[in-house]
């Protein structure tokens, strides 16, 4: 990755490759569907995130329009690593788990990187970019 200052920087990978990754048990169905909650709000625009009991403070303040996960009907695990103490934050928020899903949607599937505070609640997402 060429950063911010022009310099290489080699970022480790914190989740698999998401063409071969299956789906694993989900350990836990109540946080998954908090998850999928959050997502729906992002996806329904900035009001909905704004009453988002699911979505970080910081993921609040910097959400502007609305997120295309093609139409939230599903998620199926595929991945969670722990990386609290590792010095990851997105949008200010301290990130303690980093869960990798595939979201089934009405119009489309979409495999997606959820960043999580030690607290359970959405700080970011990523789209694949595979």
Do not use: C, W
């Not at 979409?110 to 609640?121: H, I, K, P």
């Amino acid at each position: 990755m060429i950063g911010a200052d022009g310099n290489r920087r080699v970022i480790p990978r914190i989740a698999p490759d998401f063409a071969g990754a299956m789906p694993i048990d989900n350990p836990d169905p109540k946080r998954m569907a908090a998850i999928k909650g959050g997502l729906i709000a992002m996806e329904n625009g900035r009001a909905a995130v704004q009453e988002s009991a699911a979505i970080a403070p910081g993921r609040k303040r910097d959400f502007t329009d609305s997120a295309d996960f093609g139409g939230v009907r599903a998620l199926q695990l595929l991945h969670e690593e722990a990386v609290q103490g590792r010095g990851i934050s997105r949008h200010g928020e301290a990130i303690a788990n980093v869960l990798t899903y595939r979201v089934k949607g009405e119009l489309h599937d979409t495999d997606l990187l959820v960043f999580l505070t030690s607290a359970g609640l959405i700080a970011d997402t990523d789209l694949s970019a595979e």
